[in-house]
């Protein structure tokens, strides 16, 4: 059964400055892995993909995935207040999504 | 418009009880997708259907079974509630595996 370590459990930035969220899958087999991000009283949002080896950039957001390590990590520069909130990489393999404990970011104005 | 429905938003039920979570999705998706959430698992995978066939089971207990009448719907049927199973129950449905669409979720509350 595939195991995800995410870390930090909590990150505080100010605003304007970079976040970086971390992960570390353990199934080999894991194919595609994804960023989703949850404000409160809502469900998850998918934020963005990343299935090749090297980094995806959208907007002020950068994923990198390395395979060899199966280490995925989400780059958050220029944090805004409204990107405060509880962060999830998940990594699937077939039909499931296996989710980490989730990062709970905080952007003080 | 929220485009996968869940009902009802909240639940309080009792010890020993049943209760059906409902969900709807409207995005023509093939596969649906039950999650719990609680202060102990923060984002647990519970079963997937696709096309109306259980693709995958992750709950270990036959408390819980999924029940899909038609190929938008999957409820959630919980018998025998225990109050470990208090948790926000998250509906969520993709196409062809790819991202997750989730809908806001059922916060059941076990007394």
């Known amino acids: 059964q595939q195991k995800v370590q995410q870390s930090p459990e909590s990150l505080i930035v100010p605003e304007g400055g970079m976040a970086s969220l971390n992960c570390t899958f353990s199934d080999r087999n894991s194919q595609y892995f994804w960023w989703y991000r949850q404000h409160s009283g809502e469900g998850p949002k998918a934020l963005m993909s990343i299935f090749s080896n090297g980094d995806k950039k959208e907007g002020r957001f950068t994923a990198h995935l390395n395979k060899a390590s199966l280490h995925v990590s989400l780059h958050i520069k220029d944090s805004q207040p409204s990107d405060s909130a509880l962060y999830f990489c998940a990594g699937g393999v077939g039909a499931k999504l296996t989710f980490g404990g989730g990062t709970r970011l905080t952007v003080r104005p | 418009d929220p485009k996968i429905i869940q009902k009802p938003k909240y639940l309080v039920a009792v010890t020993g009880s049943e209760k059906i979570l409902i969900c709807e999705q409207y995005?023509?998706?093939?596969?649906m997708y039950w999650y719990r959430q609680s202060a102990k698992k923060p984002l647990e995978f519970m079963f997937s259907y696709s096309y109306q066939k259980l693709m995958d089971n992750q709950t270990a207990s036959s408390r819980f079974q999924p029940q899909s009448s038609k190929k938008n719907h999957l409820d959630l049927q919980i018998t025998a509630l225990k109050p470990d199973d208090s948790a926000t129950y998250f509906c969520?449905?993709?196409?062809?595996?790819?991202?997750?669409?989730f809908g806001h979720g059922t916060k059941l509350s076990v007394l």
């Open positions: 969520a449905s993709s196409q062809d595996r790819q991202r997750l669409f």
């Open positions: 995005l023509g998706h093939n596969a």
